[in-house]
């Protein structure tokens, strides 16, 4: 089938929830993807931040496969190495002493990070940051500050108070004792890419210790190196209570995980749980996307490549007229325009390079980890090429 034969399959069948995009991806290999016709595209969309290794990355393939052909079910009361292995390292990159929870998406490590802080606490409110997205079921939804996304599945969890980004006398009046948790995106990425000061972070980790509320970082989409360190708040010196990691975690296999120091673990068995999180496939795919992080000095090569993007694209935007303002941290990058970005993101693509907006007039790039300088490059060209 072709491009548009694709397309048509999926509005017909699908619920009515994504659009399309005039796109169709049929295979990928490292940071380029190509269509049913064998047109070419640089992937900064990465299926929103998720591919971190590119496609087909050679030892992401290797170790689905062996572990595919070894073992990929064994729910969590049977222990099995793989997993034991992943909750390891990911509670040693937290740093303190603390536990992890693995489930299979974003939403539920929110989930899980709110059930936690109401059983440790004993409070009900929760704080949530305008213009913040923390995933859509029923939880993390009632965080989430759009309203065109919450208004129709009132009531959610409650009391929620929103409280404004980057604004420390709104955190003084927002979070009480009453506050079972604070949820925060140290970078926002739905809303705009938009970076938390690092003053901000810090009194947010002194007002939830004051009043005694948790201190939850949505690493979601921010996290497993995007921003040049493995979590974004590293880079802030501060620590969380409870860190929600997904996307990259996997490389494109759905994992997600709920890590939060030893002393918030009050959940007792099963009062919380999921059937497909800690499966072997996916903690395999984990395993190796932290190995080949490691081993390939990913973190480091993210921070510079993230350097050299921002005076590219500097450098070629700065004197066009639609052109707002360059933000972001290592290779989370967004591009706001004066304009709306579909225009311009529609001619992106038709020019073989993918990327993502993040609300109106932002073009967002989320390039893998193994993204080459010349791609980088073209990337930053093709878009003088699409903004005037
Ligand atoms: C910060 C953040 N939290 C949570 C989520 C929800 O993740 P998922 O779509 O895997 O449920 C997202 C998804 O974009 C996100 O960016």
Redesign the pocket.
């Known amino acids: 089938m072709n491009t548009q034969e694709l397309i048509a399959k999926e509005l017909k069948y699908e619920m009515n929830l994504y659009g399309k995009r005039g796109v169709a991806l049929e295979r990928g290999q490292g940071e380029f993807a190509w269509d049913p016709e064998g047109k070419r595209y640089i992937d900064c969309s990465t299926g929103?931040g998720v591919a971190i290794l590119g496609h087909a990355h050679p030892a992401l393939v290797a170790a689905i496969s062996r572990q595919a052909g070894k073992l990929m079910s064994c729910y969590s009361p049977f222990a099995n190495e793989e997993r034991g292995r992943l909750l390891e390292r990911l509670t040693n990159l937290f740093g303190s002493p603390s536990r992890a929870f693995l489930c299979s998406?974003?939403?539920?490590s929110?989930e899980a990070a709110l059930k936690l802080a109401r059983k440790k606490t004993g409070r009900k409110g929760f704080v949530s940051a305008m213009n913040a997205?923390?995933?859509?079921s029923s939880g993390?939804l009632s965080v989430t500050f759009k309203e065109k996304y919450r208004a129709p599945f009132e009531p959610l969890l409650g009391p929620i108070t929103r409280t404004r980004f980057n604004d420390i006398e709104s955190l003084k009046s927002t979070v009480t004792s009453e506050t079972a948790a604070l949820i925060l995106?140290p970078i926002q990425?739905?809303g705009g890419v938009r970076t938390a000061r690092e003053d901000y972070l810090r009194a947010a980790r002194d007002i939830c210790t004051d009043k005694g509320a948790l201190l939850i970082a949505?690493e979601?989409?921010s996290g497993c190196g995007r921003t040049g360190k493995f979590f974004a708040y590293n880079h802030f010196g501060i620590s969380p209570d409870i860190v929600?990691l997904?996307?990259g975690l996997g490389g494109g296999i759905p994992i997600?995980a709920t890590i939060a120091r030893e002393e918030v673990c009050a959940f007792t068995p099963l009062e919380h749980g999921t059937t497909f999180g800690g499966n072997p496939l996916a903690c395999a795919a984990a395993n190796t996307v932290l190995d080949t992080i490691e081993k390939d000095g990913l973190l480091e090569k993210v921070a510079s490549d993230g350097a050299y993007m921002a005076q590219k694209l500097s450098a070629s935007l700065s004197s066009k007229s639609q052109f707002r303002e360059i933000r972001g941290m290592g290779l989370f990058i967004a591009v706001e325009l004066k304009v709306p970005s579909k225009e311009p993101l529609a001619q992106l693509a038709a020019r073989g390079v993918l990327a993502l907006p993040a609300g109106e007039q932002v073009i967002r790039l989320l390039p893998p980890f193994i993204i080459s300088r010349d791609s980088l490059g073209t990337v930053a060209g093709t878009l003088s090429e699409v903004i005037s």
């Open positions: 929103v998406s974003g939403t539920e929110v997205f923390h995933g859509r993390a995106e990425g739905e949505d979601v989409q929600c997904a996307k997600g």
